[in-house]
């Protein structure tokens, strides 16, 4: 819910004067000082702005307060400078009316920082993008490069504004900025030549060369030092809280980003040193024949700088500071300057320098902010002119005067603005309105600006008068001719009531302004509004060999020679002044008035008499009384309606119909006096702020009892809502508890029903198994009687029967041997008696007969191997059928023979030979059967490496592998060629073939082996042959049974040789040299994945491990 506020709220003293209650000076300060102690320095007059210098950075501009007061209606929020901003922002962009806002004050009151509060608000809340944003920037980086120009340190404010400022700020019809334009006006150019003590120059020459680089300060041909010009004055250069250096960075930004190029820059700088130059330019006089001074220059050094610095002929310059050339009627005459002369044309070219410099940089400005499109253009004007200036040791000069004569003539606007807006108002709303009588300051503005004879044309009729002029004249001038007028004074007038005014010297005219009097001092009055160049010193200029010097001084141009005296400065100013008036009448204007709390720029002081004066020149009581004259107060009805409803009970809390209806209830029923207020069209207007107040008062009341109200629902509410979350929670309990305790009786009540169940269903289930049981029973017995019954009925049948059949097969039986003998008794004599043998005889013969063929159609396979062979059909042919299987064997077998080879039948013969000795005898035998006997497994004939060995034995071979001899001392082998010839068994080498051991044939006594799968054998030699000196050979092979049948062979067919015998034993002695060593065959696991491992277990004994025979 949006919360309406109001600038009644929390209000500190009164936030609007008009509210101010009794109205006097005294209260209207009271309540100014009261909120300045209090940091709220902005109050307001109706629409007007009263702002008070808090001379310290407070935090009310901040982006948040921005924000707050964006879009805000005026009254809404407590006074603020953004509130107007925004208002006239907001009125700018949606009701399409141009703006102007018109900042016064007096100098140091906080004009300047109000006008960038301004724009920086605007800046702020309207359009944004690239391009927008450009000229925002360029329009607010514009504030500093003027600053730095046209302001400067004076007693009252150290950045006073030197010249006066206007500036059109230009939006588009969506209230995006396009541009903008600036006015200037009469820059306090006296400032460039002289400073009053405690002052400064304008802050570009100090930042120039406090900021500069070296190299451009030697470019410009300066010194850092302030002391080394003149026109510096030395006793303020510095200030506190100025840092020139920074600042002077800060314009060169600004300078860059407004627009300006590299070379511009450039000349502008150039320009400034050469003013300082040309204050170091100093005169000495000098008499000549004819008795008249001349002036010469002191010191050309300087000159010199200045004119390489604009490109000027040193000559042409030094000519122009010695001589005037005044033309008159086709004339020219010239004339010596003395010292005083030459120096015054000195400060005026510095002056006008200067100040055309000024103007060059607002031009320039300009053209860099200008609006690019061409399309109608809503305009925002913001207006900071110098305030109202009074020296109060009546030092006022022309400059006070012209100043003065702006801040009067902004006056005159601002009441005629003021009270035309008030009573356009009353108009517009219908409200009966009656003149109210104020002072009009236009008298005032009539002595200054009348044509025939306001003090501007006397002083200009006076300029242009031939003849001696000289400031005297100009005030016996005025003094004839305003004599009369009520707001002119003078000692000299004819006007004899101020004849014996001692406050008022002789030289002076006092104007009572309307914001005082101001005693004016005539003395160079004439000059200043003459503004004269010498002729001679602005074509010496125009010379320069420099652009920007030369577009400065276009009436230097020979070529362009114009005798008529340019305008005077009084004439100049009054015209911009007018365009300005003219310029503002237009746009709805937007007031802030600046005070100035102290002249100490002290911050929390108020100096009472200081402000009572501002509060006076300013009008500001007058003000008051103009908008209290007719109305006090005023509010739509709407917001009014809002803020007071609570008070009436037919309004409160919903007003359904027209607004305007519900606040004509609200006064009625709080009986306000009809005279106290009116009915407007969208607007009700309260005379007196006593009714607003009572208004307030009553709506305070009203709120506390309101807020007691809502206190009161509000903790009802809260406690009721408290007791129903809780009775909710009791019942949410209750019903948790409920159904765990119903839950839990129902448990117990099912478990007890489930018990019962299960009794009476086990004993209904019993009862009928019992019948069941009992029906089963009756029913097998039944069956088991019936069964007996049956069972004996059957058997009874069954042995009758039988009884039967057997009486039946008797009789059978009888009567077939009855009919047998019958029968045989009948054939007996057709039969022979040996009949029965022949009968046997024949079946015998027939059952052979059928054997043999049955035989040989099942005959089994030539294969000696094949066991198959019929079964014998009768039990009487057992032994014929054994005898015919083996007679059939022994004649397959010899067919099988007499096909053989006699190399096979060698072969045969070996394997035969084999089976004799070892058949079951070693273990090995059988895995040999099925491998033939190579004999050479060496190839030894034919393999070139055994060629040698080959040579060695004379004998055939019969016999060629590698054998493992065992060594004794540790059980391992070495492999040996094992050799058999029909004489000797020879072992060698198996690498290189060389013979190791020869033993002939007949010095073999025995060979032994073990039972075991294992390929050991000992070849035992005779004892005291040649051969066995070296002992037993214990060898192993894979072809063990081979070796052994072969060895075994070559015994039994050779003549001379006995045959050797093998001895097959699992424990044999084998002679090793001396010792004989028991070589032991055990089954076990041999290690080391060997199928036969030998060991050496002592000295006598070798263990070999066989695994075991499956
Ligand atoms: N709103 C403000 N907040 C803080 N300081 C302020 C404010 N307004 C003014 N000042 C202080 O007061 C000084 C003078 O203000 P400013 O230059 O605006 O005065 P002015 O009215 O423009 O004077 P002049 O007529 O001499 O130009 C500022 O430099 C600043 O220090
Ligand atoms: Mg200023």
Redesign the pocket.
Known sequence: MEVKTSLLDNMIGVGDMVLLEPLSEDSFLENLQKRFDHNE?YTYIGSVVI?M??????PI?TPDKVEEYRNRNFYELSPH?YALADEAYRSLRDQDKDQCIL?T?????????????VMSYVAAVCGKGQEVNKVKEQLLQSNPVLEAFG?AK?V???????FGKYMDIEFDFKGDPLGGVISNYLLEKSRVVKQPRGERNFHVFYQLLSGASDDTLRKLKLDRDFSKYNYLSLDSAAVN?LDDAANFRTVRNAMQIVGFMEDEVQSVLELVAAVLKLGNIEFKPESRCNGTDESRIKDKNDLKEMCELLGIEQSVLERAFSYRTVEAKMEKVSTTLNVAQAYYARDALAKNLYSRLFSWLVTRINESIKAQTKTRHKVMGVL?I??FEIFEDGDNSFEQFIINYCNEKLQQIFIELTLREEQEEYVREGIEWTNIEYFNNAIICDLIENNQNGILAMLDEECLRPGTVTDETFLDKLNTVCAEHQHFESRLSKNSKFLTDHSLPHNCFRIQHYAGKVLYRVEGFVDKNNDLLYRDLSQAMYKANHSLIKQLFPEGNPAKVNLKRPPTAGFQFRASVGTLMKNLQTKNPNYIR?I?PNDK?ASHIFTDSLVRHQVRYLGLMENVRVRRAGYAFRQAYEPCLERYKMLCKRTWPHWRGPAREGVEVLMTDLQVPAEEFSYGRSKIFIRNPRTLFFLEERRRQCLEDLATLIQKIYRGWKCRTQFLLLKKSQVTVAAWYRRYAQQKKYKRIKSATTVVQSYTRGWQARKLLRELKYQKRCEEAVTTIAAFWHGTQARRELRRLKEEARRKHAVAVIWAYWQGLKVRREYRKFFRANAGKKIYDFTIQRIIQKYFLNLKSTMPSMSPIDKNWPTRPYLFLDGVHTDLRRIFHLWRCKKYRSQFTEEKKAVYEEKLEASEIFKDKKALYPSSVSQPFKGDYLEISKNPKYQKLNSAVDEKVLLADVVNKINRANGKGTARIFLLTKKSVVLADQKTGQVKASVPLPDLSSVSVSTQTDGFFALRLKEGSASAVKGDFLLSSEHLIEIITKLHRVGATTADMEQLNVDISDEFLVQFKQDKVCVKFIQGVPKNGNSVSCKRKNNRLLEVSVPTTP
């Open positions: 320095i702002s210098n808090p001379y310290r950075s407070l501009f400078i900042i004050g007096e100098s140091g009151a906080g004009k300047t920082e109000a006008s960038k509060l302001n004076t009252r404010n150290d950045n006073s504004s030197r809280g900071d110098y305030g600046c100035k720029k």
